[in-house]
Every structure is written in C-alpha cells, then in structure tokens.
C-alpha cells in the first residue's frame, strides 16, 4: 500500500472543486486512458486575468485525484501571470509530499495548468519540433527535459516516476540517459578533461570486456536483452545480441546509440561496433 | 471497523484449529527433528503425521512430498530441476499469464539463451491448447503452466497438458498454488511430475511450501546442505509451519465441499448483484472454468487504485490489476495477455473469498461499491462522454 500524506488521503476521499465549468475561459485535457490518468481542468476568469474558479475532472489513481484537487485549489485566487509559475513540485509541496513513484500525478497537473492557459490565450499547445520519446505513454523529449532540470532528475528510474517516460516496454531509455546527459552534459565538461593514453590490443580488449561487463550489459539486462563480444579486429569491435535484443527492432539503435557510444567513451573514441551472427 | 476480507488470493487467515496445532512446536516442542535425543526425535514424528495429511489431500505417496519455505521455491526449484536433469534440452514452455514466481524466472532464464514459449490466452483468459501441442519439441526440457490463475480464477487443463507432454517424454509442472484446497487434485489420476503449493493460500502461515515430486522423476535440489528431505531439501525444517500445512490440508479436504457450494454460491451472488447494480462491468475469465471463490470484475472508465481505497473505507479488502497499484506503469500482465482494453483492464478488481466469509460480507459490498463506482466516474472525463456517445448512437 503507498504511503499517503493526510492531505492527499483528505484531497482524494473529499476532491474540492469537481466538475466542469460550463462555457469555461480556458480548458485543458492532459494524458490518456491508455496511460493509466487524465486530467480535465476548466477554468474562469474575470476581467483582471484572475482566475476566479476551477474545475477537474480525473481518471485515475489517488494521487491523480488528489493532485488534481490540489491544483485547482492552489489557482483560486490567482492571476494568469502567477498561476504560470505554478511547478509540479508546488502541487505535491501542497499535499506534503506524494511517493516517489507517483510523481508524475503531480506533473500531469502542471501540464494540465500551462495547456489551458495556452488554451486562454489562444496559442497553439503544438509544438512541431516536439519529439515523441516515450512511444508507450506518448512522452516528449521537451516534456523529458524539463521534468529533469525542474526537478534535478539524474537516472532513468526517477525520469520515469515523473513523467512514466521509460515505464513501459523500455525501448526508450537509451534516448532518456542522453537527454539526461546533455542537461549535464556542460557542467561535467567543465569538471574533468579526458587524456587518453595509448592502448595495446590486449589492454583494449580487456577495457571493452570491463567496460560491456559494467557499463552496457546491465542497461540491457534490464530491457530482457543481452550482448557478448565475439571478437576485435583493429577498432573494429564484433559483438552478437542475444535475449530481447536479438529480436528487437530497436537493435541497430541501440548498437550505435547505445554500445558503440559508451565503448567510445569508455575505451577509446575510434572504436566501430558491429554485429555480427554468432 | 469490521474487516471484510475478499482477498483471499493474496493470502488467507490461518485457521484457529491450525494455530492451536502448531502453537506447542514454537515452545514446548521446539527440538530439532534430526537430532539423537527423544526430545527432538518426537518433532520428527510429528512431521511424519503432517506430510501424511498432506499426501492425503493430494493422493500422493509420502516420498513424493518435499517440504519448502513457499510457493515460489516449489516453483523455482521444479523448473531448475526440470532443466537440469535434462542436459542439452533448451527449450521451456509456459504460459503469459504465470504468476511472477514463474514469469519472472522463465524471463531470466530467456536472457540466459534457453528458449522459452510463452503460450497465449484468449479473450477468456483460456489456454490455447493447439497451439500448446505444437510447442512440444524434441527440443523442450521442460513445460510449466499453472493449474488455476491468481487473478481471474481460471482452470487450466493441466493434466491434458501433462498427458499430451508425457507422449513425448517431456517433464510437466504445474503451479497448484491457487487450486490446492479449492478444487479436488488427486495425484493418482493423473501424470503431472511436479507441482507447487502453498501453505498461506489455504489457512496455514506464511513461510511453508510444498513441492511434490512423481516417483521416479529426477530431481536435483535447489537448496543444497542438509540431509532433511532426503538430501532433497537442505534446510532444517520449518516445524511449526509443517505441522500448521498438515492440519490445513486436513481442514481442506473437509472443506472441499464446502468451497464448492458455500463460497461459490457467495461469489456467484456477489458477482450477479454487481453486474446487475453497475452498468458497463464486465467479468474477466471464463465463467466455463473457474475457481468457485474468485471473481474479477471490470468497471469501465475508472481506476482500481481508487476503487480500492474507497472501499478500505468500508473495511472492505479485495485487489486490482490497475497499474497503479502493480506499483508499474501497465495494468496486470494476465489482463493484457487476455487482451482486455485499457478501459477496463485499469478499473479492474478481484474478489476472492474463502470459507470464512458470510452471507453479510458480500451484502456489504454490494450495498458499498455501486456508489463508490458511481462517485468516481462523475470524476472521470470519459464516463460522461461515453453516456452521450451511447445515446446518440
């Protein structure tokens, strides 16, 4: 059973402000059923752009129910320019904090909120450039990426208890690592160059076994696949797919995405992998 | 509050007559049954008289029971058995709907090169049997499918199963953990090598298994030491849980009928009246071949976690395959498997009853859930939505 504040077991059994607001000023439908939560949230405003009411409704767990409510309370009152600051981690502060694993009920209201102000203004929620990550729950890189900096996320585990990216079959956590990596990315630069000293061949093969051993066979364990070296022939690195990632479509990108990357990293930058049929 | 206990799936009340049983061997008889002396000699007496019942129960042979501490090392021990003793066999078969004891080892052992058959359900959550056959190889060391589901109570075929993989001289093992005490198994007609029980599942603690084992099937152990068991087993024995799993099982066969006639009628009236008071619910799993204690039921446009919680409220106690309260992000694997929509497979909840409960517990829910049901999909943003979809339509 989850660990509930008092305040998200008051805000679930008792939800303040359901409903809708008919002819509402701006209206917000976030998440899917599919996904396991929704959210709809209404609002309506007087002349000074303060939001004077607020209205959910929820498909889903507790927490969602909880969040939901927590949020439209937290907006009474408010204007436009200060509802827009509101953070998931406002929600959740509201309701003493929510489990980790049910993070991402408070960011379904925070997205919620910035949609239907959107909506208010009459700009467009679309952003074409926006990339779908997380193809299971539908979850954008942009969306990835500030769940990250908002929150100061650093593994995949947290990403997905915020934002479920990574909660489903697994196929993108690869790309999720990246972008957590790039938000990092500057800051460790600045810590530590790289020197490099020169490999013989039995050095490197060993830094590769060492290297697929510690840094890559787990990742892949975890999507139910697996991998082993076959060979090393100069900076040609032969290595067969075996379990989930044997039939994976995804293979080739992980291969070059994932394996060639961190045994660049890890080993030495000119290695090339490639797969070979054991 | 009064506690209404529909969870019995999960686990069960330890019956009063099995806690009086195994209440002197935490204190008064606390020797160990290998040792020399009389005074630990009598505990070994006193496991003798328990396996009998239990040997009892499932119309086995006394050599054919091995004591374990639950039902995931009974399971976890047949099918690393299984393999074993067939070297340079590399094929597993079981089904996508196997408690995670199963799952979960079938998946390792996946990454770990052997190849492993997953067998669909249909919409019913009923085994498909052709396509088992065709799955038997020369190549395959090792069938496990479960004998009732956890979830949805269905029965699965399992000693058709066994009979068509013993024509190819495959092992077969079955995970009775939910079957045993509920339905009549009678080692005797059949030609299942391996099966799993419980002791928690049927009114005796947690912490005490079985494995049975066919005479004249190989075995290697899992847990390796001790003599206990013979050799078997390693592990000095659980003696209060052993002597608690014997009463149980001697509880159980008396019971038996019980289950069949009390409890079910119970789950049938709870079933009917929910079905008949809560539009668009639907039961999962076949009603052809089911559990006679458990049901579940899909309300759609709702959420389990909630409808749980609302209804601990109540004291009511049941569980739910939403993902949220998997604590994963997807709804249960077997209603998945089953191919059961998102609609309903979240706003998904099992009952499972036991002889314990009353004529009162069912009327309680069924007096309690309409409006809680109710109450959560004015919440939800499809319920409305799909009424003025169905009425237009």
Same mark, same amino acid.
């Given at each position: 059973?989850?660990?509930?504040?008092?305040?998200?077991?008051?805000?679930?059994?008792?939800? $303040?402000?359901?409903?809708?607001?008919?002819?509402?000023?701006?209206?917000?439908?976030?998440?899917?059923? @599919?996904?396991?939560?929704?959210?709809?949230?209404?609002?309506?405003?007087?002349?000074?752009?303060?939001?004077?009411?607020?209205?959910?409704?929820?498909?889903?767990?507790?927490?969602?129910?909880?969040?939901?409510?927590?949020? *439209?309370?937290?907006?009474?009152?408010?204007?436009?320019?200060?509802?827009?600051?509101?953070?998931?981690?406002?929600?959740?502060?509201?309701?003493?904090?929510?489990?980790?694993?049910?993070?991402?009920?408070?960011?379904?209201?925070? /997205?919620?909120?910035?949609?239907?102000?959107?909506?208010?203004?009459?700009?467009?929620? $679309?952003?074409?450039?926006?990339?779908?990550?997380?193809?299971?729950?539908?979850?954008?890189?942009?969306?990835?990426? +500030?769940?990250?900096?908002?929150?100061?996320?650093?593994?995949?585990?947290?990403?997905?208890?915020?934002?479920?990216?990574?909660?489903?079959?697994?196929?993108?956590?690869?790309?999720?690592?990246?972008?957590?990596?790039?938000?990092?990315?500057?800051?460790?630069?600045?810590?530590?160059?790289?020197? %490099?000293?020169?490999?013989?061949?039995?050095?490197?093969?060993?830094?590769?076994?060492?290297?697929?051993?510690?840094?890559? +066979?787990?990742?892949?364990?975890?999507?139910?696949?697996?991998?082993?070296?076959?060979?090393?022939?100069?900076?040609?690195?032969?290595?067969?797919? +075996?379990?989930?990632? #044997?039939?994976?479509?995804?293979?080739?990108?992980?291969?070059?995405? &994932?394996?060639?990357?961190?045994?660049?990293?890890?080993?030495?930058?000119?290695?090339?992998?490639?797969?070979?049929?054991? | 509050?009064?506690?209404?206990y529909?969870d019995n799936n999960a686990t069960t009340m330890v019956?009063?007559?099995?806690?009086?049983?195994?209440?002197?061997?935490?204190?008064?008889?606390?020797?160990?049954?290998?040792?020399?002396?009389? &005074?630990?000699?009598?505990?070994?007496?006193?496991?003798?008289?328990?396996?009998?019942?239990?040997?009892?129960?499932?119309?086995?042979?006394?050599?054919?029971?091995? &004591? *374990?501490?639950?039902?995931?090392?009974?399971?976890? *021990?047949?099918?690393?058995?299984?393999?074993?003793?067939?070297?340079?066999?590399?094929?597993?078969?079981?089904?996508?709907?196997?408690?995670?004891?199963?799952?979960?080892?079938?998946?390792?052992?996946?990454?770990?090169?052997?190849?492993?058959?997953?067998?669909?359900?249909?919409?019913?959550?009923?085994?498909?049997?052709?396509?088992?056959?065709?799955?038997?190889?020369?190549?395959?060391?090792?069938?496990?499918?479960?004998?009732?589901?956890?979830?949805?109570?269905?029965?699965?075929?399992?000693?058709?199963?066994?009979?068509?993989?013993?024509?190819?001289?495959?092992?077969?093992?079955?995970?009775?953990?939910?079957?045993?005490?509920?339905? !009549?198994?009678?080692? $005797?007609?059949?030609?299942?090598?391996?099966?799993?029980?419980s002791g928690h599942k049927?009114h005796?603690p947690k912490?005490?298994?079985?494995?049975?084992?066919?005479?004249?099937?190989?075995?290697?152990?899992?847990?390796?030491?001790?003599?206990?068991?013979?050799?078997? %087993?390693?592990?000095?024995?659980?003696?209060?849980?052993?002597?608690?799993?014997?009463?149980?099982?001697?509880?159980?066969?008396?019971?038996?009928?019980?289950?069949?006639?009390?409890?079910?009628?119970?789950?049938?009236?709870?079933?009917?009246?929910?079905?008949? #008071?809560?539009?668009?619910?639907?039961?999962?799993?076949?009603? /052809? @071949? %089911?559990?006679?204690?458990?049901?579940?039921?899909? &309300?759609?446009?709702?959420?389990?976690?909630?409808?749980?919680?609302?209804?601990?409220?109540?004291?009511?106690?049941?569980?739910?395959?939403?993902?949220?309260?998997?604590?994963?992000?997807?709804?249960?694997?077997?209603?998945?498997?089953?191919?059961?929509?998102?609609?309903?497979?979240?706003?998904?909840? +099992?009952?499972s009853?036991?002889?314990?409960?009353?004529?009162?517990?069912?009327? @309680?829910?069924?007096?309690?859930?309409?409006?809680?049901?109710?109450?959560?999909?004015?919440?939800? !943003?499809?319920?409305?939505?799909?009424?003025?979809?169905?009425?237009?339509?």
């Amino acid at each position: 059973m989850w660990e509930y504040t008092d305040k998200v077991k008051e805000h679930f059994l008792n939800p $303040k402000n359901t409903g809708e607001i008919e002819n509402p000023d701006a209206v917000a439908e976030v998440g899917s059923i @599919a996904c396991g939560d929704a959210l709809k949230l209404t609002m309506k405003l007087d002349e000074n752009k303060k939001i004077v009411d607020a209205k959910f409704k929820t498909f889903g767990c507790a927490s969602a129910i909880a969040s939901a409510s927590a949020l *439209t309370e937290i907006l009474k009152g408010k204007t436009i320019e200060e509802a827009e600051k509101i953070t998931n981690q406002d929600i959740a502060d509201y309701l003493g904090g929510l489990p980790p694993e049910k993070m991402h009920c408070s960011v379904l209201g925070q /997205e919620a909120l910035e949609k239907a102000i959107e909506n208010y203004r009459g700009v467009s929620h $679309k952003k074409p450039e926006e990339v779908i990550v997380c193809a299971c729950f539908g979850v954008t890189g942009g969306e990835i990426e +500030r769940a990250i900096r908002q929150n100061h996320l650093t593994s995949i585990e947290e990403v997905t208890n915020y934002t479920k990216a990574g909660g489903g079959c697994g196929n993108c956590h690869e790309k999720i690592q990246e972008i957590i990596d790039r938000v990092y990315e500057t800051r460790e630069r600045q810590e530590k160059p790289i020197e %490099r000293p020169k490999l013989s061949n039995l050095q490197k093969i060993r830094m590769i076994e060492e290297t697929i051993e510690n840094e890559i +066979r787990p990742s892949l364990k975890h999507d139910g696949g697996d991998i082993e070296l076959v060979d090393v022939v100069g900076n040609r690195v032969l290595v067969a797919m +075996r379990g989930a990632c #044997a039939t994976c479509q995804a293979s080739q990108a992980t291969m070059k995405g &994932f394996v060639q990357a961190k045994l660049q990293e890890f080993v030495a930058p000119e290695l090339l992998v490639e797969e070979v049929a054991s | 509050m009064r506690t209404i206990y529909l969870d019995n799936n999960a686990t069960t009340m330890v019956a009063q007559e099995v806690v009086e049983e195994m209440l002197p061997f935490l204190h008064e008889y606390y020797g160990n049954p290998s040792s020399m002396h009389t &005074f630990g000699g009598q505990v070994a007496h006193s496991i003798l008289k328990a396996r009998q019942k239990i040997a009892s129960l499932l119309g086995a042979d006394l050599d054919e029971i091995i &004591f *374990t501490s639950c039902g995931t090392e009974s399971d976890n *021990t047949a099918i690393m058995s299984g393999l074993s003793s067939n070297p340079g066999k590399n094929h597993i078969i079981t089904s996508r709907v196997e408690h995670p004891a199963v799952k979960v080892l079938c998946e390792n052992l996946a990454h770990k090169g052997y190849r492993v058959t997953l067998l669909p359900v249909d919409s019913e959550g009923r085994l498909d049997m052709a396509e088992y056959e065709a799955s038997l190889t020369p190549d395959t060391a090792v069938v496990s499918i479960m004998w009732a589901n956890n979830e949805t109570g269905v029965i699965f075929p399992v000693e058709e199963a066994a009979r068509l993989a013993h024509e190819k001289g495959i092992l077969f093992h079955t995970d009775a953990v939910q079957a045993i005490g509920k339905i !009549p198994v009678n080692m $005797k007609e059949n030609s299942i090598d391996m099966l799993s029980l419980s002791g928690h599942k049927l009114h005796a603690p947690k912490g005490v298994g079985v494995l049975y084992v066919r005479k004249g099937t190989r075995f290697s152990p899992f847990l390796t030491g001790g003599h206990q068991e013979k050799g078997r %087993r390693g592990g000095t024995e659980n003696v209060p849980g052993i002597v608690a799993l014997g009463k149980a099982c001697e509880l159980a066969a008396v019971n038996m009928e019980k289950e069949n006639t009390h409890v079910r009628a119970l789950r049938d009236r709870l079933e009917n009246e929910l079905l008949k #008071a809560i539009p668009q619910s639907k039961v999962n799993g076949t009603r /052809e @071949a %089911r559990l006679p204690n458990t049901v579940n039921i899909s &309300f759609e446009f709702i959420e389990g976690e909630s409808i749980l919680l609302l209804m601990d409220q109540f004291g009511i106690c049941a569980s739910s395959g939403s993902a949220c309260t998997s604590g994963s992000l997807q709804p249960s694997h077997v209603l998945r498997a089953m191919g059961v929509p998102y609609t309903m497979a979240h706003g998904s909840i +099992r009952f499972s009853l036991s002889v314990y409960n009353t004529a009162e517990d069912v009327d @309680a829910v069924i007096k309690e859930l309409p409006p809680i049901i109710e109450k959560l999909r004015v919440l939800s !943003p499809y319920w409305a939505t799909s009424q003025g979809a169905c009425a237009t339509a």
